[in-house]
Protein backbone atom coordinates (compact mmCIF):
# COMPACT_ATOMS: atom_id res chain seq x y z
CA UNK A 1 0.00 0.00 0.00
CA UNK A 2 1.58 3.21 -0.98
CA UNK A 3 1.39 6.20 1.43
CA UNK A 4 1.27 9.83 0.36
CA UNK A 5 3.84 11.78 1.34
CA UNK A 6 2.91 15.35 2.68
CA UNK A 7 5.84 17.77 2.97
CA UNK A 8 5.66 18.90 6.85
CA UNK A 9 4.29 22.71 7.12
CA UNK A 10 5.54 25.37 10.08
CA UNK A 11 2.28 25.85 11.64
CA UNK A 12 0.72 29.65 11.39
CA UNK A 13 1.67 31.43 13.77
CA UNK A 14 -1.52 33.94 15.04
CA UNK A 15 -0.98 37.62 15.58
CA UNK A 16 0.00 38.71 19.12
CA UNK A 17 0.97 42.03 20.05
CA UNK A 18 2.60 40.67 23.60
CA UNK A 19 6.24 41.16 23.05
CA UNK A 20 7.14 43.40 20.79
CA UNK A 21 10.43 44.78 19.56
CA UNK A 22 11.50 47.50 17.56
CA UNK A 23 14.16 47.64 14.77
CA UNK A 24 15.42 50.70 13.78
CA UNK A 25 17.70 51.02 10.79
CA UNK A 26 20.49 53.59 10.41
CA UNK A 27 23.11 53.76 7.25
CA UNK A 28 26.38 54.55 7.84
CA UNK A 29 27.04 57.98 9.54
CA UNK A 30 29.56 59.60 7.25
CA UNK A 31 27.54 58.59 3.76
CA UNK A 32 24.15 59.40 5.34
CA UNK A 33 21.63 62.20 4.12
CA UNK A 34 23.04 62.30 0.84
CA UNK A 35 20.00 65.01 -0.42
CA UNK A 36 21.12 67.08 2.65
CA UNK A 37 24.28 68.35 1.11
CA UNK A 38 23.35 70.96 -0.98
CA UNK A 39 22.98 72.81 2.61
CA UNK A 40 25.30 70.83 5.13
CA UNK A 41 28.44 69.20 5.33
CA UNK A 42 29.39 65.98 5.56
CA UNK A 43 30.06 66.42 9.59
CA UNK A 44 27.22 68.13 9.66
CA UNK A 45 24.90 65.70 8.26
CA UNK A 46 26.95 62.66 10.46
CA UNK A 47 26.10 65.06 13.28
CA UNK A 48 22.09 65.23 12.52
CA UNK A 49 21.83 61.34 11.63
CA UNK A 50 23.48 60.67 15.50
CA UNK A 51 21.10 63.31 16.69
CA UNK A 52 18.34 62.07 14.92
CA UNK A 53 18.78 58.55 16.40
CA UNK A 54 19.43 59.54 19.78
CA UNK A 55 15.92 61.39 19.88
CA UNK A 56 14.75 58.68 18.45
CA UNK A 57 15.92 55.78 21.42
CA UNK A 58 15.01 58.49 23.80
CA UNK A 59 11.05 58.85 22.52
CA UNK A 60 11.40 55.15 22.32
CA UNK A 61 12.56 54.58 26.14
CA UNK A 62 10.07 56.96 27.04
CA UNK A 63 6.88 55.31 25.57
CA UNK A 64 8.10 52.13 27.41
CA UNK A 65 6.07 49.90 25.04
CA UNK A 66 8.90 48.30 23.33
CA UNK A 67 10.48 44.83 25.13
CA UNK A 68 13.59 45.47 23.16
CA UNK A 69 14.61 47.70 20.41
CA UNK A 70 17.69 46.93 17.99
CA UNK A 71 19.51 49.22 15.93
CA UNK A 72 20.70 47.94 13.19
CA UNK A 73 23.66 49.80 10.64
CA UNK A 74 26.73 48.25 8.25
CA UNK A 75 28.42 51.62 10.17
CA UNK A 76 30.42 50.48 13.48
CA UNK A 77 30.10 53.71 14.57
CA UNK A 78 26.79 53.51 15.17
CA UNK A 79 27.10 50.55 17.46
CA UNK A 80 27.99 52.71 20.89
CA UNK A 81 25.04 55.02 20.03
CA UNK A 82 22.75 52.41 20.03
CA UNK A 83 24.39 51.17 23.22
CA UNK A 84 24.46 54.47 24.54
CA UNK A 85 20.68 54.95 23.71
CA UNK A 86 19.36 51.24 25.98
CA UNK A 87 19.21 49.51 22.20
CA UNK A 88 20.64 46.63 21.30
CA UNK A 89 23.48 47.34 18.35
CA UNK A 90 23.64 44.66 15.67
CA UNK A 91 26.24 45.23 13.12
CA UNK A 92 25.26 43.79 10.13
CA UNK A 93 27.73 42.35 7.16
CA UNK A 94 26.21 44.00 4.53
CA UNK A 95 24.66 47.35 3.43
CA UNK A 96 21.50 46.66 2.18
CA UNK A 97 18.91 48.27 4.15
CA UNK A 98 15.74 45.50 4.00
CA UNK A 99 19.13 42.77 4.08
CA UNK A 100 20.05 44.49 7.53
CA UNK A 101 15.93 44.22 8.81
CA UNK A 102 15.82 41.20 7.71
CA UNK A 103 18.67 39.85 9.75
CA UNK A 104 17.68 42.23 12.76
CA UNK A 105 13.85 40.42 12.74
CA UNK A 106 15.39 36.87 12.78
CA UNK A 107 17.22 38.00 16.23
CA UNK A 108 14.60 39.20 17.29
CA UNK A 109 12.72 36.07 16.86
CA UNK A 110 15.29 34.13 18.43
CA UNK A 111 14.94 36.56 21.67
CA UNK A 112 11.12 35.94 21.77
CA UNK A 113 9.09 38.51 19.41
CA UNK A 114 5.99 38.44 18.74
CA UNK A 115 5.59 41.22 16.93
CA UNK A 116 8.11 43.52 15.44
CA UNK A 117 8.21 47.95 14.77
CA UNK A 118 10.34 48.73 11.88
CA UNK A 119 11.19 52.99 12.92
CA UNK A 120 13.36 55.09 10.91
CA UNK A 121 15.82 57.08 12.90
CA UNK A 122 15.16 60.25 10.76
CA UNK A 123 11.62 60.84 12.16
CA UNK A 124 12.40 64.65 13.91
CA UNK A 125 9.19 65.37 15.57
CA UNK A 126 8.29 61.82 17.05
CA UNK A 127 6.26 61.72 19.65
CA UNK A 128 5.37 58.67 22.06
CA UNK A 129 1.81 58.94 21.32
CA UNK A 130 2.08 58.57 17.22
CA UNK A 131 3.43 55.21 18.32
CA UNK A 132 0.61 54.71 20.59
CA UNK A 133 -1.95 55.25 17.45
CA UNK A 134 0.32 52.69 15.81
CA UNK A 135 -0.43 49.96 18.68
CA UNK A 136 -3.89 50.95 18.65
CA UNK A 137 -4.26 50.59 14.99
CA UNK A 138 -2.75 46.68 15.50
CA UNK A 139 -5.32 46.26 18.24
CA UNK A 140 -8.03 47.07 15.32
CA UNK A 141 -6.50 45.02 13.16
CA UNK A 142 -6.52 41.96 15.47
CA UNK A 143 -9.85 42.34 16.70
CA UNK A 144 -10.83 42.40 13.41
CA UNK A 145 -8.26 39.37 11.82
CA UNK A 146 -9.92 36.89 12.87
CA UNK A 147 -6.81 34.93 13.63
CA UNK A 148 -4.66 36.67 10.43
CA UNK A 149 -1.15 38.13 10.11
CA UNK A 150 -1.58 41.83 11.17
CA UNK A 151 0.16 44.69 9.13
CA UNK A 152 0.06 48.25 10.11
CA UNK A 153 1.19 50.90 7.51
CA UNK A 154 2.66 54.39 8.61
CA UNK A 155 3.17 56.56 5.12
CA UNK A 156 5.67 59.15 4.47
CA UNK A 157 3.99 62.71 3.71
CA UNK A 158 5.36 61.92 0.24
CA UNK A 159 2.39 59.18 0.56
CA UNK A 160 4.65 56.97 -1.52
CA UNK A 161 7.45 56.05 1.41
CA UNK A 162 7.33 54.04 4.73
CA UNK A 163 7.95 55.70 8.18
CA UNK A 164 6.46 52.79 10.12
CA UNK A 165 5.79 49.13 9.79
CA UNK A 166 4.20 47.07 12.81
CA UNK A 167 4.32 43.49 11.62
CA UNK A 168 2.70 40.43 14.01
CA UNK A 169 3.96 37.63 13.62
CA UNK A 170 7.34 39.62 13.08
CA UNK A 171 7.63 37.44 9.58
CA UNK A 172 4.07 38.70 8.03
CA UNK A 173 5.32 40.27 5.09
CA UNK A 174 8.57 40.71 4.00
CA UNK A 175 10.23 44.39 4.29
CA UNK A 176 10.73 46.62 1.29
CA UNK A 177 12.07 49.92 1.95
CA UNK A 178 12.97 52.02 -0.93
CA UNK A 179 11.13 53.88 -3.58
CA UNK A 180 7.34 53.55 -3.96
CA UNK A 181 7.54 51.44 -0.42
CA UNK A 182 4.38 51.98 0.71
CA UNK A 183 2.85 50.29 -2.59
CA UNK A 184 5.13 47.46 -1.94
CA UNK A 185 4.33 46.82 1.59
CA UNK A 186 0.44 47.41 1.23
CA UNK A 187 0.25 44.51 -1.75
CA UNK A 188 2.49 42.11 0.06
CA UNK A 189 -0.11 42.83 3.09
CA UNK A 190 -2.92 42.21 0.70
CA UNK A 191 -1.25 38.97 -0.93
CA UNK A 192 -0.15 37.58 2.81
CA UNK A 193 -4.08 38.04 3.79
CA UNK A 194 -3.30 39.98 6.28
CA UNK A 195 -5.34 42.09 8.34
CA UNK A 196 -3.95 45.43 7.19
CA UNK A 197 -4.34 49.14 9.06
CA UNK A 198 -2.95 52.35 7.62
CA UNK A 199 -1.57 54.88 10.31
CA UNK A 200 -1.73 59.09 8.83
CA UNK A 201 0.42 61.00 11.62
CA UNK A 202 1.94 63.58 11.04
CA UNK A 203 4.62 62.97 13.79
CA UNK A 204 5.40 59.65 11.57
CA UNK A 205 5.04 61.36 8.19
CA UNK A 206 7.35 63.56 8.08
CA UNK A 207 11.28 62.89 7.89
CA UNK A 208 14.57 65.22 7.23
CA UNK A 209 15.35 64.03 3.21
CA UNK A 210 15.40 67.23 1.81
CA UNK A 211 16.23 71.14 2.52
CA UNK A 212 12.83 71.98 2.06
CA UNK A 213 12.18 69.43 4.79
CA UNK A 214 14.72 71.41 7.16
CA UNK A 215 12.97 74.60 6.67
CA UNK A 216 9.80 73.23 7.61
CA UNK A 217 11.93 71.97 10.76
CA UNK A 218 13.28 75.52 11.50
CA UNK A 219 16.63 76.32 12.43
CA UNK A 220 15.88 75.84 16.72
CA UNK A 221 15.05 72.47 16.17
CA UNK A 222 18.05 71.63 13.93
CA UNK A 223 20.51 72.98 16.04
CA UNK A 224 18.97 70.50 18.92
CA UNK A 225 19.82 67.64 17.17
CA UNK A 226 23.16 68.07 15.89
CA UNK A 227 25.28 66.07 18.33
CA UNK A 228 28.88 67.60 18.06
CA UNK A 229 31.44 64.34 17.85
CA UNK A 230 29.84 61.08 16.71
CA UNK A 231 31.69 58.47 19.49
CA UNK A 232 34.55 56.91 18.25
CA UNK A 233 34.20 53.76 15.61
CA UNK A 234 33.66 50.31 17.62
CA UNK A 235 33.60 46.36 15.93
CA UNK A 236 31.50 45.20 18.97
CA UNK A 237 28.57 43.61 17.99
Known amino acids: ?25 VRALDDGKQRLSPVLGEQQRAWLVAGLLERTLEVLRAWGRAAAIHVVS ?24 NEGLVAARTIAISE ?3 AILILPAD ?35 ARSGTNGLLLSPPDAIAPGFGPASLERHLRAADAAGASTQ ?40
Open 112 to 114: GAT
Open 123 to 157: LPVLEADALESLVDAADAALAAGAGRSVVVVAPAD
Open 1 to 25: MSVAYHPSVPPIRPADLSELHVIVP
Open 74 to 97: PDPAVMPLARSGGARPILQADEGL
Open 198 to 237: LVVDAALGFDLDTPDDLTLLGPERLAKLMRPSPPRASTAR
